[in-house]
């Protein structure tokens, strides 16, 4: 069994004895070839046994949580490293990836966000704003 066994904080302190008589009961059941292996453990003095591993309802939550995230990075066009799913990622496609998320994923919206901008604010300007214009510095 992987786990741990916890003891409540304010359980009195067994003697050396106690302990070692827990500890080979303990082995007895879950070491070995003898009669006592894979039996239920008693715990005592209110005990309790914690998993140390995840189990397959743990592990099924966190594969969905992944595939949510790949849905919503698909359904929005950002590459999934740019929301933490490194699985495939390496330096190079990271890097290139990046350089999708301003120019495939947020360029389109940019370019809406200055056009809005210019034809609202550049207007109040009156001629001065012949020469100027606005631009997002995505560097």
């Not at 080979?24 to 309790?48: F, H």
């Not at 046994?49 to 790949?70: C, G, V």
């Not at 490293?81 to 190079?92: D, N, R, V």
């Amino acid at each position: 069994a992987s786990g741990y066994l916890e003891r409540p904080a304010g359980a009195p302190p067994w003697s050396a004895a106690t302990h070692a008589r827990f500890k080979a009961a303990w082995r007895a059941q879950y070491t070995g070839s003898g009669a006592d292996v894979g039996g239920t453990p008693i715990l005592e003095d209110g005990m309790k046994f914690t998993a140390a591993q995840q189990s397959a309802k743990d592990l099924q939550y966190i594969e969905s949580r992944k595939l949510t995230r790949q849905e919503v990075a698909a359904a929005y066009h950002i590459p999934p490293p740019m929301i933490g799913l490194m699985e495939t990622a390496t330096f190079a496609s990271l890097k290139e990836q990046h350089k999708s998320l301003y120019t495939d994923t947020l360029g389109p919206w940019l370019q809406r966000i200055q056009q809005a901008l210019a034809a609202n604010l550049l207007d109040d300007f009156g001629p001065e704003a012949a020469g100027m214009y606005l631009e997002f510095n995505i560097e």
